[in-house]
C-alpha cells in the first residue's frame, strides 16, 4: 500500500514494480490485450496513459478536495470523475491536434481508447483512498503509469515472437496471450517482499 | 430476433467475457473465489439491466449527439448506488470487492450494450438481453472464482458457507500460485480454449 | 447556438435527476453504515476483553483507549486500537489488554484490511488471532523476528504488519500507562 509516510523513491518502485497496475493489480487489461502487438504501438499507448492519467488524478484530486468535500457532495465522486476524465480526453484531442500535430498523429487514436481504461478511473480512486497529498499524488499516478508502460512493452517484445511459435490451434490468439501474461504477472511476483513494500 | 435467442446469446455464444473478452479486469481481479465472484457478477448484472432498461426507454429523448455523457452519467448513477446499498447491506462482500465496485463503470461491456444494443432496441429486448449478458458474465467469474479458489485454497465457498474442503478430507495440499495474480490469467486463458473447443464441436 | 443552449438543458436536467436520486439513497444507507460501525467497534471490544460488560473511553496522549469494568465494578483490562500498514491497505487491528499486561486477545475483522483474498485475508482467522493470546513483549513478534508469533504461508507482509503493529500498540500502552502512574505518584 502507498501512504504519506513514504519517500517519494518507495512510492515509485511500488507503483512501478511490486504493485504493478497490469499484472498485479489487473487494471487496464482491455487495452494491455488490444494494443501490445508491437513495441511501437505499445509506447505510444504508454506516453499517452502516462499523460492522460497524470492530467485525470491532478483533476480529480482538486475535484475532491476543493469541491466535493466542502460541498459534502462525496456521492457524487465515482460520477464526476468519470464525466471529468471523459471531458479531459476530449479537450486533450483538441488540443494537441491543433497545436501539436506530430503528437497527434502518434497519440491521436489511442485517446479515446484512455475514456474507458479503468486504470484512469482506478488510480484517481485510489490516491483519495490512500489520502494522498497532491505531490505524492502525482508522484504515484506517473509511475503508475509508467508501470503500465514498462509491461506493455515487455509483452509486446514478447507477443512478437509468439506469432512465429507453433501454437496447438486452440490456443491460437488470445488463450496463449493470457497464459503468456501469467508467466509474466509471475515473475512480477518476484518483486513482491522487494524492499518491505 | 426472439427472445430466447437474445437470452441464450449472451449466455454462451457471445459470452461478453469468454468469447468476446471484454470487461476483464474485474474478472481477473475478484474472481478469486466462488463468492467474490457470484457477488462481483450480480452487481455489475444489476447496473447492466438498470441502465438497459433506463436507456431503452429514454432512446428516442436522447439526442444523438450527446448519448454518450447521457449514458455515462446514467450507468455512474445506477454504479453509485449499489456501492451505497452493498455498503450499508453487504458489508463484507463490499469489503472484498473493494475498489473494483466503482470501476463497474468503466466496465466496456455495460457502455458497450447501452451503445450497441439498448439505444437501438424495444424495452423488453433491451432487459432480456442485459438479463442475458449479465448472466454470461456471472457464469464466466463465478466459474473462475470456482476453479481458483478449489485449486489454490482447496475449498468452496458459496454465499459464505463452505461447500467444499479438499485440504482437511483429502489432506490436499493447495497450489498457492492459483489464487495470487498469475493463477488468474492462466485459468482464463485454459477456459477461453475451454469454450472455443465447445463451440467448435456444436 | 440554440441547439447548444438546449443540449446544456437537457445534459443539465439528466445531472440533477441522478444527483438527486443519488442524495437520496446516500442519505438512507449512511445512516445504516454508520450503525453498522458503531455496532462492530462494540462487538468488538467485547470480544477483546470477554469478561468486561462496560466500557470507558478515554483519550491519552491524542489516541482513544477503552477501560473495561467487570459486573463487579473492577477495572479487568483496556481495549487499544491500531492501524498497521498491511500489504493492500492499513489493517485496523482492536487489542485487548488484561490486567496481568498480556495481551488478552486481538480481533481484525474481514472489513479492518483489504488484503489479498485466499492469503493476507487469512489475519482474520483465529488460528492466526488466537497465537497473541496471553503473550507480552517481545513474544509479539513473528518467528522469522525473533517472536513466537508464525507468520501466515506466503502472507508474510500482513503478518509481520499485524505483530509489529500489535507489539507498538502493547509498548505505546505499558508507556502511556507508567507516565500516569509517575504524574499520580508525584502528586
Known sequence: MIDNQMTWYMIVLSALLVNNIVLIRFLALCSFFGVSNRIEISLSMGMAVIFVMTLASAAAWIIWYFF??????????????????????????????????????????????????????????????????????????????????????????????????????ILKGSPIIFITAGIMSLAFLGFAHLFGL | MDKLKIFTNG????????????????????????????????????????????????????????????????????????????????????????????????????????????????????????????????????????????????TLTFFNR????????????????????????????????????????? | MREIIKMGIILMAVCIVSAGALSAVYNVTKIKIDENVRLSDIKKRQEVLPSA??????????????????????????????????????????????????????????????ETPGLGVKVTQNSFKDQFKGKKGEELKLKKDGGTIDAITAATISSRAVANGIKEGWEWYMEARSQKSEVRSQK
Open chain 1, 68 to 169: 466535493l468535500i466542502p460541498l459534502n457532495i462525496e456521492f457524487l465522486r465515482t460520477a464526476s470523475f468519470i464525466l471529468v476524465i471523459a471531458t479531459l480526453v476530449q479537450l486533450v484531442e483538441m488540443y494537441i491536434k491543433k497545436t501539436a500535430p506530430a503528437l497527434y498523429n502518434a497519440l491521436g487514436i489511442y485517446l479515446p481508447l484512455i475514456t474507458t481504461n479503468c486504470a484512469v478511473l482506478g488510480i484517481a480512486i485510489l490516491i483519495i483512498d490512500y489520502r494522498l497529498g497532491f505531490l505524492n499524488s502525482l508522484i504515484y499516478t506517473i509511475s503508475v503509469a509508467a508501470g503500465y508502460t514498462l509491461s506493455i512493452i515487455l509483452f509486446a517484445g514478447i507477443r512478437e515472437r509468439i506469432e512465429m511459435a507453433p501454437i496447438p490451434d
Open chain 2, 162 to 202: 463452505e461447500l467444499l474442503n479438499l485440504s482437511s478430507s483429502l489432506s490436499f495440499q493447495p497450489a498457492l500460485v492459483f489464487i495470487m495474480p498469475p493463477g488468474a490469467f492462466i485459468v482464463i486463458g485454459f477456459m477461453i480454449a475451454g469454450v472455443r473447443w465447445i463451440l467448435k464441436r456444436s
Open chain 2, 11 to 154: 449466455l454462451l455464444r457471445e459470452n461478453p467475457v469468454l468469447v468476446l473478452i471484454i470487461g476483464l479486469c474485474p474478472v481477473l481481479a475478484t474472481g478469486s473465489s466462488m463468492n467474490d465472484g457470484f457477488g462481483m457478477g450480480v452487481a455489475t448484472t444489476f447496473v447492466l439491466v438498470s441502465s438497459n432498461l433506463f436507456i431503452s426507454v429514454l432512446r428516442n429523448y436522447i439526442p444523438d449527439s450527446l448519448r454518450l455523457p447521457i449514458f455515462i452519467v446514467i450507468i455512474s448513477t445506477f454504479v453509485t448506488i449499489v456501492d451505497y446499498v452493498m455498503h450499508a447491506y453487504m458489508v463484507e462482500l463490499y469489503a472484498s470487492l473493494g475498489i473494483f465496485i466503482p470501476l463497474i463503470v468503466v466496465n466496456c461491456i455495460i457502455l458497450g450494450r447501452a451503445e450497441a444494443f439498448a439505444y437501438k432496441n424495444s424495452v423488453k429486448s433491451s432487459l432480456i438481453d442485459g438479463i442475458g449478458m449479465g448472466a454470461g458474465f456471472t457464469l464466466a467469474i463465478t466459474a473462475l472464482g470456482a476453479i481458483r479458489e478449489l485449486i489454490g485454497n482447496g
Open chain 3, 53 to 114: 460488560v462496560n466500557f470507558i473511553e478515554k483519550e491519552i496522549k491524542g489516541k482513544k483507549l477503552w477501560t473495561g469494568i467487570d459486573k463487579d465494578g473492577k477495572e479487568v483490562g483496556v481495549v487499544i486500537k491500531v492501524s498497521p500498514r498491511g500489504y493492500a491497505s492499513p489493517i485496523n487491528t482492536t487489542i485487548g489488554i488484561g490486567s496481568d499486561d498480556s495481551v488478552s486477545s486481538v480481533a481484525i475483522t474481514k472489513l479492518d484490511q483489504t
